[in-house]
Each structure stands twice: as structure tokens, then as C-alpha cells.
């Protein structure tokens, strides 16, 4: 619990201000041309004391507005715009000249309360930047079975101890509120696994989503899947949500049915009827999809799809997903740093390996040049890992350290990133590969075609499933 009487952090928020002309259009020109342009680091982030700095992700506050922008993207190695510390923080600099103040994403402050049962706020909602997100229900009638989405992760984080199965609208809104008062949390984002119920679980999310609105007058949008009957998107509107994220991954059928064979039998046209209802429902511009590409789509068809959504007032969010060999030391930093976030602050293994150090996931292979670290980029910044190495005569290689930041679960980088191992082991004359992955991914591993070897092997501290792919089948 918190006192909601607490004082508002110190930042200063667009809504605190009056509107200065001038001034805040130069400074919404330079949130553009960050965000096009990309951002270069010129300190080493991790060198800053006192605090952390701004991730791969790039969130960040500029002027006291939010914004996310490339920092990991190899075009921003070339930016024109350089954020650099200063005695009393950070500054973003063009050519010599102190454009902007900025401020790092930083730990919020609700993370450190839990409600009168004793569960800690950061396992019910996360805050990214200012938007308090959560799943509400964190498991899904598809996991685990022919159905499940290819890029879904929603069983793991529940594994690793990360978050709770389900969460009630009293704690949501509980905690939505102390992201407002302690952490200046401006909306809300609401997203659950599908139930096998007809609505999809769309009247659960709703209703999560009224009582944060209710109670912390924050807007709110739920993301779901389309229910059988369509109406049911006309009660969600009632519930006082602000938007809706319906999202169909792909536009491409083929594809669809690969990654995602629940939503195949939604059908494209499906989701069209869907979008229309919700459009009618919700206005324009406030239902979205997300669009992902590089999973082998045909890229007249995502054009047409998505030009056809934008016709009936549906939001597109394109996010291209890649992969590559590190190559320099800025992507060799990033990945690094990926892998800590997510083994060692998510899910505090490794509390001590290579060199002793506590906290620490690298070890002899990482500085082995036989090694290859990868870096998986959605829409340019990089937020997910992997790597790979020889593991001894005859071809055999293995494969690890594969992790994907939570913010880019949703988005399936996990595939393009463990099959781009795979393929560059066997390009390098690899005959075998090995992996060792917690239970609740072997179904996402079975379906990229690998196979269990053995039975459980304690790996890391925790328990592992050894699994085996054939590198030499075409």
C-alpha cells in the first residue's frame, strides 16, 4: 500500500507546463529527428554512477517528455545527435550545442511496495516510461499445444517466478495508482492470454481496464483477441476504455497459419470484421495491430494489408525483426547487456561465474573468437540474443544465451533468432546442434523442429532440457 498524498518525482511532464510556442515545437522537431535519426552514446552507459543509464531500448525522457529512440540501430552510430553526460545528468548535443536535457528511464518508485497479501507491485504491472502495462491473465488455452503462437513467451515469465497467473481489477487498480503518484504513469495498457471461453477473455481485460480508469482516471487500452460474437466489442467500449490492440501478427495467410494457427482459423477476413466493429466503436485511430515482418512474408500482401487497415481507420504498427552477427563493440556492449537484464536482474541466475563476479552470465566462451555473439533488432533496436560455438570434432556445435528483452516478447524475435543459429552453424560445416532450455520452451523449440534428448540435466541452477537439431537436412 502507499500513501497517494506523496509528491508527484521531480521531472517535469508535459502536463505540467503551459504550452511555449516556439520552444516546444523545436523541441517536438528534435523527438522526430531522434526517432529517425537515432541517438549516439558517446559515454559508455554503464560507466555512469548514481543511477542507470538509458538500454538498447532507448527509452528516455527529453525536456521532460517521453520517448523511445534508437540507440542500438546501426544507423545511429552515424546520428548527427549525441547524448553525452554531464556534471548533473545527461544532454542531447548537435555539432557542439546542448539541445535538450534528458533523463534515463530509471527503476520506478512503486516497484518497491506490495499489497496487504504480500505480493510485490512489479509482479502485478511494469512501467515503461510512463505507461503502466500488464497481462492480466498469464496463461493462454493455446499454450503448450498445436495451437500456440510461435513468438509467444507468455508460460515462461509465469515459470521464472516473474509475475502471477492471474491478476484482479482491485490490484491492478492499486497498483495504477502508485504508478501515478509515485512515478508520473500517464496510461495504461492492458493484454491477456486468450481463454476458452466464446468472448477470448476480452471481458476480463475490460473490466481490469475500467477499474484502473476508474480509479486512477489513467486511459486505458486492452488488447484481445476477436471474440465470436462481435458485440462483445461494443460492451468493452461501454467500460470506459480508451482503445484497442487486436492484433493479427501477419497479413499473410501462409505465414499466419506457420506462426500462429489459432489466428489462421480467425482468418484475415476475420480480423477485418473485428477492426470495423471495434473502428465503429472506438473512433479512428484508436485500434491498432501489430504487423511483423521478416518471418518470411510476401511483402505485397503486408502492403496491401495494411494499406486496406489504414483505409477503415486501423492503426498499423510495423515492426521489421533482425538478425545478425555482432560486429562492433557498441552491438557487442548491447548484447551483453541484454543478456544481463533478462538471466540476472529477470531471472537471477548466474549469481556468480566467470571471473567470480556476482551477478555476472559471461564465461570462458565469451571471449573465445570461435564464438559467435548475435544481436536480434525489432524495428532497428536490439533487444534480444543469442550465441553459438564449436563444441568439439565432428561438427557439433551448440547454441545459448538466447533471450529477448520483455517489453519485445509479444513480438516472436525468438524464432528469426534461434534459427538464424542454426543456419549459421550449418553454414560453417556444423552437423549437430545442442541447447539447453527451460521445460516450459520445449513445445516452441519442438516446433522449430528440434527434439528432446534425455531427460532433465540441472543447467544454471535450475532444470534443463537438453535438445538436438540435424544441421545437415536441407
Not at 215 to 231: I, Y
Not at 307 to 315: C, E, L, N, T
Request: net charge negative.
Amino acid at each position: 500500500m502507499h500513501d497517494s498524498s506523496a509528491a508527484r518525482p521531480g521531472r517535469p511532464r508535459a502536463d505540467d507546463r503551459a504550452y511555449r510556442p516556439g520552444a516546444d515545437d523545436r523541441l517536438a522537431h528534435l523527438i522526430t529527428e531522434l526517432q529517425g535519426r537515432g541517438l549516439r552514446v558517446e559515454v559508455p552507459l554503464e560507466s555512469r554512477q548514481g543511477g542507470a543509464g538509458p538500454a538498447d531500448a532507448g527509452m528516455l525522457w527529453v525536456d521532460g517528455f517521453a520517448a523511445t529512440v534508437p540507440t542500438g540501430a546501426h544507423y545511429a552510430r552515424t546520428s548527427p545527435y549525441v547524448l553525452r553526460a554531464e556534471d548533473d545528468g545527461w544532454a542531447v548535443y548537435r555539432d557542439g550545442e546542448r539541445l535538450a536535457s534528458a533523463e534515463p528511464s530509471r527503476r520506478p518508485r512503486y516497484y518497491d511496495l506490495a499489497t496487504a497479501d504480500g505480493i510485490p507491485y512489479w509482479k502485478i504491472a511494469l512501467l515503461h516510461l510512463d505507461s503502466v502495462a500488464s497481462t492480466v491473465n498469464q496463461t493462454c488455452a493455446y499454450w503448450g499445444n498445436s495451437d500456440q503462437c510461435a513468438f509467444c513467451g507468455i508460460g515462461v515469465t509465469l515459470a521464472n517466478g516473474r509475475t502471477i497467473p492471474r491478476k484482479t481489477p482491485q490490484m491492478l487498480a492499486e497498483v495504477a495508482v502508485a504508478a501515478r503518484d509515485l512515478d508520473g504513469a500517464v496510461d495504461a495498457t492492458l493484454t491477456t492470454g486468450t481463454t476458452a471461453t466464446p468472448d477470448k477473455g476480452a471481458l476480463y481485460v475490460g473490466r481490469c481496464g475500467q477499474a484502473v480508469h476508474e480509479a486512477a482516471n489513467l486511459p486505458v487500452e486492452v488488447q484481445f483477441e476477436p471474440p465470436r460474437d462481435l458485440e462483445v466489442i461494443d460492451r468493452v467500449a461501454d467500460m470506459g476504455i480508451a482503445s484497442v490492440g487486436i492484433h493479427v501478427e501477419t497479413f499473410d495467410p501462409r505465414v499466419l497459419a506457420r506462426i500462429a494457427p489459432a489466428k489462421a482459423r480467425t482468418g484475415i477476413d476475420g480480423y477485418f470484421r473485428a477492426w470495423e466493429r471495434a473502428v465503429a466503436a472506438f473512433g479512428e485511430g484508436q485500434v491498432s495491430t501489430y504487423v511483423i515482418l521478416g518471418m518470411g512474408e510476401d511483402p505485397d500482401v503486408i502492403v496491401e494489408g495494411c494499406r486496406r487497415a489504414i483505409d477503415i481507420g486501423v492503426y498499423p504498427f510495423v515492426v521489421p525483426l533482425t538478425c545478425a552477427a555482432v560486429v562492433t563493440e557498441a552491438e557487442r556492449c548491447a548484447h551483453f547487456r541484454v543478456r544481463h537484464q533478462v538471466f540476472v536482474i529477470e531471472q537471477g541466475l548466474f549469481g556468480g561465474s566467470f571471473g567470480g563476479a556476482a551477478g555476472d552470465d559471461t564465461d570462458e566462451h565469451d571471449v573465445d573468437p570461435a564464438t559467435i555473439h548475435v544481436v536480434g533488432r525489432a524495428d532497428e533496436t536490439i533487444c534480444g540474443t543469442v550465441r553459438l560455438y564449436p563444441v568439439g570434432p565432428g561438427g557439433r556445435w551448440k547454441g545459448d544465451r538466447l533471450a529477448v528483452l520483455a517489453s519485445y516478447r509479444h513480438l516472436g524475435l525468438g524464432a528469426p533468432l534461434v534459427r538464424f543459429a542454426v543456419s549459421s552453424a550449418a553454414r560453417l560445416g556444423g552437423r549437430e546442434m545442442e541447447a539447453f532450455i527451460q521445460p516450459a520452451d520445449v513445445a516452441f523449440f519442438r516446433w522449430l523442429d528440434w527434439r528432446p534428448a534425455g531427460g532433465l540435466v540441472d543447467y544454471a541452477g535450475i532444470p534443463h532440457q537438453r535438445m538436438l537439431i540435424d544441421l545437415t537436412r536441407p
